[in-house]
C-alpha cells in the first residue's frame, strides 16, 4: 500500500520512508516547524496522515492549509478519537464505516473529503468489524488522495489562466 501512495505522489517509496522516518514521535513546536521545512524543501504539497497518533501542533498545521489529510475508520463526526471501531460497535449501529478528512486543529474535526459506509453484520465482533472497515480505509484513501489531486491541479490550472 505505501507504495502506490508514493507513485500517486510522483517519489520512490525509500524517498517517502525516508521522509516519514524523520518525522518521529517528538511532540513540541519546534520539532513541527522543523519538520514542516523539510516537507517545504521537498516540495510536498499534500501531507496524508495514517496511523499517526499524535495532534500536530497548530503552527504545522497552518503551514499547510487544507492540505493535510486523515483516514478515521467511522463516520465523522460519530466516533471521534481511538478505537472508533468499538465504540461503533459498543453503540450497537447497524452501519459505520470511514472518513478522509482535512486535518484542522480539532481531533477528527476536519472537512470532510470521502466518506464510505460499512455495514455491522450479526455475528460480528468489534476485531472483524474492524477488518473490514480497514479494507475499505484502504480503497477510499487512494480514491481520496486521487480526487484531491485532481481538484488541485484544476485550482491551479485556473490560476495560471487567470494570471494570463
Not at 496524508?48 to 499524535?54: D, E, H, S
Not at 478505537?83 to 481531533?107: R, W, Y
Not at 472483524?128 to 475499505?136: D, F, S, V
Amino acid at each position: 500500500m505505501p507504495d502506490r501512495f508514493a507513485r500517486l505522489l510522483g517519489v520512490r517509496l525509500e524517498q517517502l520512508a525516508g521522509l516519514l522516518g524523520q518525522l518521529g514521535r517528538h511532540h513540541d513546536v519546534d520539532h513541527d516547524v522543523e519538520i514542516a521545512a523539510k516537507l517545504k524543501e521537498k516540495g510536498v504539497e499534500l501531507i496524508c496522515l495514517a496511523g499517526y497518533m499524535r495532534l500536530l501542533s497548530p503552527r504545522f498545521i497552518q503551514e499547510f492549509p487544507d492540505r493535510i489529510v486523515n483516514i478515521h475508520p467511522s463516520l465523522l463526526p460519530a466516533f471521534p478519537g481511538l478505537d472508533a471501531q468499538k465504540q461503533a460497535f459498543d453503540h450497537g449501529v447497524k452501519i459505520t464505516g470511514c472518513t478522509v478528512h482535512f486535518v484542522n486543529e480539532d481531533l477528527d474535526a476536519g472537512r470532510i473529503v470521502l466518506q464510505r459506509p460499512v455495514e455491522v453484520k450479526d455475528g460480528d465482533t468489534a476485531e472483524t468489524l474492524a477488518e473490514r472497515i480497514l479494507e475499505e480505509e484502504h480503497k477510499l484513501y487512494v480514491e481520496a488522495v486521487k480526487r484531491l489531486v485532481r481538484e488541485f491541479q484544476q485550482q491551479a490550472a485556473s490560476v495560471r489562466e487567470a494570471e494570463a
